[in-house]
């Protein structure tokens, strides 16, 4: 587990991110019929990665979390920016750091979770467990994709 100052540190980054992209207990629009008066608009992008979660999970845990990654890469590649380098090590560990983030506002926006109780979801053991299959299902499929090229 990451030390008590890591987790500041990535609570602080995600709660900066959500209020960038402003989703603090947002719903797909299908699902929620009255949002109200909307804030800043959610990016397109992360807008249209947690449609397409939202289907996927429908499926089930696996697949939301394997769109989750395969969205992300291209997202990543798209908003080099995302990435909060300063606070890793590397651009792996950064990259790892802003899929949880958006794990977190994603089950935010799925199912107005608080904050608190999308962590608890996050930190799971079961769900610990299925995101490192999930990761390695991932990383097999792009070196499959890479021994074909």
Do not use: C
Request: cysteine-free.
């Amino acid at each position: 587990m990451a030390s008590l100052n890591k987790q500041q540190k990535r609570a602080k980054r995600a709660k900066i991110k959500a209020k960038q992209i402003n989703i603090h207990g947002r719903k797909p629009a299908a699902l929620d019929d009255d949002l109200g008066e909307p804030g800043e608009p959610i990016p397109e992008y992360t807008l249209a990665m947690f449609s397409k979660m939202h289907d996927a999970e429908a499926v089930g845990r696996n697949d939301m979390l394997q769109v989750l990654l395969s969205e992300l890469a291209v997202i990543i590649s798209d908003h080099p920016d995302l990435l909060d380098m300063e606070n890793a090590d590397n651009e792996a560990m950064a990259a790892t750091h802003l899929a949880a983030d958006m794990l977190l506002d994603y089950r935010m926006w799925a199912d107005g979770m608080d904050r608190e109780t999308a962590q608890a979801w996050l930190t799971e053991p079961q769900f610990i467990t299925d995101f490192g299959h999930a990761l390695d299902q991932y990383r097999q499929a792009l070196d499959a994709q890479e021994e074909k090229s």
